[in-house]
Antibody, heavy 122, light 108 residues
Framework: EVQLVESGGGLVQPGGSLRLSCAAS????????MSWARQAPGKGLEWVANIKQDGSDKYYVDSVKGRFTVSRDNAKNSLYLQMNSLRAEDTAVYYCARDRGTTYSHYYMDVWGKGTTVTVSS | EIVLTQSPGTLSLSPGERATLSCRASQTVSSNYLAWYQQKPGQAPRLLIY???SRATGIPDRFSGSGSGTDFTLTISRLEPEDFAVYYCQHYGSSPRTFGQGTKVEIK
């Protein structure tokens, strides 16, 4: 069964840091681009970042550039999101998702994890 | 950045009725790189449609997608009880990939 399981969420003060993890199973992790998306309480979805199979290409939404870093460890079938300088507006459920598509850089998200909650508050 | 506007915000229908959801883009979505997702309360989104009209694996054929350019539609031919949820469109033709604000399909 294809599965993504996020962990690492929690309560953090403004300006603090947090590292999210996503454990993948049931598919060949190293052959897929992977994404992070988020959903603020009561709001819609926002794509946050994605990373190429070998980690050589990474893309971010403007609001997190310079603060968040996406990375992966193919040997551990794991995806990560390092979040620094956190702000109240980063409060959200963070989802890990598998990217899918037939054309380079044009990917939809076909498998999603259940998410992990990040709360930024003093 | 492409802005996606979904309408209506809420659709109140009865089981068995037809649902028509709209997604309008602020610019042309290249090659119909448009997806639809379903989200139920407390759950992760689920992919329904990609490429504007291709159903994802395991999605019932009562779900169909259509459209091109800037105007896209998700149609649910006959609503089942499990279809009452929030639906999001998303483009993936350029960066950043953006989502619409969602349409809630609720039981009338």
């Amino acid at each position: 069964e294809v599965q993504l399981v996020e962990s690492g969420g929690g309560l953090v003060q403004p300006g603090g840091s947090l590292r999210l993890s996503c454990a993948a199973s049931g598919f060949t992790f190293s052959t897929y681009w992977m994404s992070w998306a988020r959903q603020a309480p009561g709001k819609g979805l926002e794509w946050v970042a994605n990373i190429k199979q070998d980690g050589s290409d990474k893309y971010y939404v403007d609001s997190v550039k310079g603060r968040f870093t996406v990375s992966r460890d193919n040997a551990k079938n794991s995806l990560y999101l390092q979040m620094n300088s956190l702000r109240a507006e980063d409060t959200a459920v963070y989802y890990c998702a598998r990217d899918r598509g037939t054309t380079y850089s044009h990917y939809y998200m076909d498998v999603w994890g259940k998410g992990t909650t990040v709360t930024v508050s003093s | 950045e492409i802005v996606l506007t979904q309408s209506p915000g809420t659709l109140s229908l009865s089981p068995g009725e037809r649902a028509t959801l709209s997604c309008r883009a602020s610019q042309t979505v290249s090659s119909n790189y448009l997806a639809w997702y379903q989200q139920k309360p407390g759950q992760a989104p689920r992919l329904l449609i990609y490429g504007a009209s291709s159903r994802a694996t395991g999605i019932p054929d009562r779900f169909s997608g259509s459209g091109s350019g800037t105007d896209f539609t998700l149609t649910i031919s006959r609503l089942e009880p499990e279809d009452f949820a929030v639906y999001y469109c998303q483009h993936y033709g350029s960066s950043p990939r953006t989502f619409g604000q969602g349409t809630k399909v609720e039981i009338k």
